[in-house]
C-alpha cells in the first residue's frame, strides 16, 4: 500500500496514520527547499494535536528530512532518533536538533520510501 500511495502524481502527498495508537503524518514534497520543512512539520504538530510529523522534500537531487513531536510524546520520543535514522538512508550524515524537532538531509531521493518503513517501525 505504502508504494501506491507514495507514487501519485502529486508534488505534496499527505498520508495520516495511527502506529501503536500514535497517530503519525507522513508527508513527502518534492520540489521543496530542505530550509522549508520546519513550517510544514509546525503545521502538522498543530493539525494533529499530539501525534508524530515526519516530512520529507526533495528538489536538486538533494533530500531533506524533518522530524517533529508534539510535546505530550516527547517523554517517549525522541525526534533527533528518527532524523538519524532517516538520514542514514536517504544518503546523509547525521541529523540534528530537540527532542520535539529534528533536521537532516540526504542526496537520495529514491530511498524516501525505504526511510518512511523503518521510521515506521521505530514508533
Known sequence: ML???WKTKTKN??????INGI???LQKVDGLPPKDLRKLVDNGKKELAEGIVIVFANKDDKVGLAVGITDTL???????KFAKLGSEIIGGKG????????????????K??????KLKELI
Request: net charge negative; charged share 30%.
Open 13 to 18: 502527498v499527505i498520508n495520516d496514520e495511527t
Open 23 to 25: 497517530k503519525i503524518r
Open 95 to 110: 541529523g540534528g536538533g530537540r527532542k520535539d524537532f529534528a533536521q537532516a538531509g540526504g542526496t537520495n531521493p529514491g
Open 74 to 80: 516527547i517523554e517517549k520520543y525522541d525526534a533527533v
Open 112 to 117: 524516501i520510501d525505504e526511510a518512511i518503513i
Open 3 to 5: 508504494n501506491q500511495f
